[in-house]
Structures are given as C-alpha cells and as structure tokens.
Nanobody, 126 residues
Framework: HVQLVESGGGSVQAGGSPRLSCAAS????????MAWFRQAPGKEREGVAR????????YYADSVKGRFTISQDNAKNTVYLQMNSLKPEDTAMYYC???????????????????WGQGTQVTVSS
C-alpha cells in the first residue's frame, strides 16, 4: 500500500514562490514516475510536471514551464514542486501521484498514475 502526503499549500499573493512537498511511503517498487497535477474549480485535472525517479528527467506543462521546478530527494522519498512567479490562474488543488512508465518514458497523463495524494490547496490572490 502506497501513501502520498502533500504539504506546502496555502494562500499566497501573485508573484509568490511556495514549495509543495510530497512524501511517499509504502511499496513503490517498479513505479518510477512521480508527477504533480492540479485541478481548478470547474476544470478538469491537468498535469503540471513529472519526474522520472531513476534518471531525474523532468517534463513540464507549457503553462508552468520556466516558473515551476519539480525535484526529488530520494533519501527522503520526497518530491517537491517549487512554484515561482505565481499567477491567479495557478489557483487549484495540487495533487502528487506515483505511476508507471509507458513506452519507456514517464508520462504526464493521469491514466498512468495509480497512487494519489489527498491534495493541497494553493490559492493565489492578485
């Protein structure tokens, strides 16, 4: 059983730079992709960033590229999402997820992620 616990959300002003954390515990063998997704009210959940936990290879959605950074601390089984230059449109519930590679690569579609955290709310005010 895998447990993912997010933290670090809250209310921030536009331009702020919070960091989200996601601590993983339990049996994670053979699931070597971790990602952050977000869901704003009335919108579908979308992928934000993903990291291949073995190589550290990362990928970002266009909407956050250059502003967000996903990273990991394997010793702590923790993945981070550093968010810079936040905008009101970044307001959402942020979820971390653990999943499998497809076609040899980590994806940023939720279909490939099988364990999810409970989410942490990020609210950006202008």
């Amino acid at each position: 059983h895998v447990q993912l616990v997010e933290s670090g959300g809250g209310s921030v002003q536009a331009g702020g730079s919070p960091r989200l954390s996601c601590a993983a515990s339990g049996y994670t063998y053979n699931r070597n992709c971790m990602a952050w997704f977000r869901q704003a009210p009335g919108k579908e959940r979308e992928g934000v960033a993903r990291i291949a936990t073995g190589s550290g290879n990362t990928y970002y959605a266009d909407s956050v590229k250059g502003r967000f950074t996903i990273s990991q601390d394997n010793a702590k089984n923790t993945v981070y999402l550093q968010m810079n230059s936040l905008k009101p449109e970044d307001t959402a519930m942020y979820y971390c997820a653990l999943g499998y590679r497809f076609g040899g690569y980590c994806q940023l579609q939720e279909d490939y992620y099988t364990s999810w955290g409970q989410g942490t709310q990020v609210t950006v005010s202008s």
